[in-house]
C-alpha cells in the first residue's frame, strides 16, 4: 500500500513536469516561430533580382528632403516607405503624403503610427511592389533606393510622372537626370531633379 502511495506521488511529479516542460516547449516553439514570420519580411529582399533592404533613412537625409522639398506642395509618394519616416515627414511639411512598402510588418508599423498620430492621419500606406506602383498621380517621389535599381527607376519615373514633377534621390542618384540641386555629402547626400517632358 505504501510502495502504491509512493508510486502515485512520482507519477504525479513527473506528470507535473511534464505540463511544466510541454508548456516551455510551446512557448519558446510560439516564440521561435513568431520571430521567424516577423524576420521574413526583412530578408526576403536578399532573395530578389534587385535586393532593396530596410535601411532607415537618417536624420540629416530627412533633413536635406525637406530643403529639397521647400516651396513644394500638393502629393507625395515614397517609394519603398520603410517605417514611414519619410511619409511622416512630407506630412508634417503639409504634404498629402503615401508610402508604398512591400515588407507587411513596416506597412503595419507605418500604419499603426500614423494612427497615433492626428497630424498623420492623411499618410496612407500601400502593401505593394513598387515595381508595379502607379507613379502618375504624385507630383513629388523620394526614393532612397540603391545603385543596381536606379537606371530601371529613372525609366519607370520617366515614363510614367508629368511634367514638372520633383523626384528626391536619398544615397544613389538617377543615373541620366540632371540635378536642379544637391544637398549634403556622402552618405546622407539628397538630389533634387524635376522632369522635363
Ligand atoms: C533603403 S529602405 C528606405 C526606407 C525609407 N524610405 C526610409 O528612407 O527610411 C528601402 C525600403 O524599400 C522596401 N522595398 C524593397 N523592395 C521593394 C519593392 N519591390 N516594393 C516596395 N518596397 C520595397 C524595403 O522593404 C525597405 O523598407
Excluded at 503624403?97 to 498623420?120: M, P
Excluded at 514633377?165 to 556622402?186: D, E, K
Aim: proline share 4%; charged share 20%.
Amino acid at each position: 500500500m505504501e510502495l502504491e502511495l509512493l508510486g502515485n506521488s512520482e507519477k504525479s511529479t513527473s506528470s507535473k513536469l511534464s505540463t511544466v516542460g510541454k508548456t516551455l516547449i510551446y512557448t519558446t516553439g510560439g516564440l521561435a516561430i513568431g520571430v521567424s514570420i516577423i524576420c521574413v519580411p526583412f530578408v526576403s529582399p536578399a532573395f530578389r533580382k534587385v535586393c532593396l533592404p530596410y535601411v532607415p533613412a537618417t536624420k540629416l537625409q530627412l533633413l536635406g528632403v525637406a530643403r529639397a522639398l521647400k516651396g513644394r506642395k500638393g502629393n507625395l509618394l515614397d517609394i519603398g516607405s520603410g517605417d514611414g519616416r519619410i511619409v511622416f515627414t512630407a506630412a508634417k511639411l503639409g504634404f498629402k503624403a503615401d508610402g508604398v512598402e512591400l515588407n507587411t510588418v513596416l506597412v503595419l508599423y507605418s500604419r499603426i503610427c500614423a494612427l497615433l498620430n492626428r497630424q498623420y492621419k492623411e499618410t496612407r500606406f500601400f502593401r505593394k511592389n513598387l515595381w508595379t506602383f502607379d507613379l502618375a498621380p504624385y507630383n513629388n517621389i523620394v526614393i532612397f533606393g540603391v545603385e543596381q535599381m536606379m537606371n530601371d527607376l529613372e525609366r519607370k519615373i520617366v515614363k510614367e510622372t508629368e511634367n514638372d514633377t520633383v523626384i528626391v534621390a536619398c544615397r544613389f542618384p538617377l543615373p541620366n537626370m540632371v540635378p536642379v540641386q544637391t544637398i549634403g555629402h556622402g552618405v546622407d547626400t539628397v538630389w533634387k531633379y524635376v522632369v522635363k517632358k
